[in-house]
């Protein structure tokens, strides 16, 4: 379980210091995907389907970031 985990957190840092010529929503989309990937794949236990499906929840959840108006 916990090489899933580190190999996981590794692929993450890995894809994201490639982030650099991404926008702002295409990194939280990244960061979003990676985040839900291993929190998906803790909470059940390194499943497939449980770490894919926390990726798309986290990924979706990351694009929509900052996309409400801000009242000042």
Known sequence: MRIIVSAAIMTIIVVLSGCSGM?????????????GAVGGAVLTNGSTLGTI???V???VI???MGNGKHKK
């Open 62 to 64: 990351g694009n929509q």
């Open 23 to 35: 926008s702002t929503r295409d990194r939280n989309t990244a960061l979003g995907a990676g985040v």
């Open 57 to 59: 929840v986290g990924g």
């Open 53 to 55: 499906g926390g990726a």
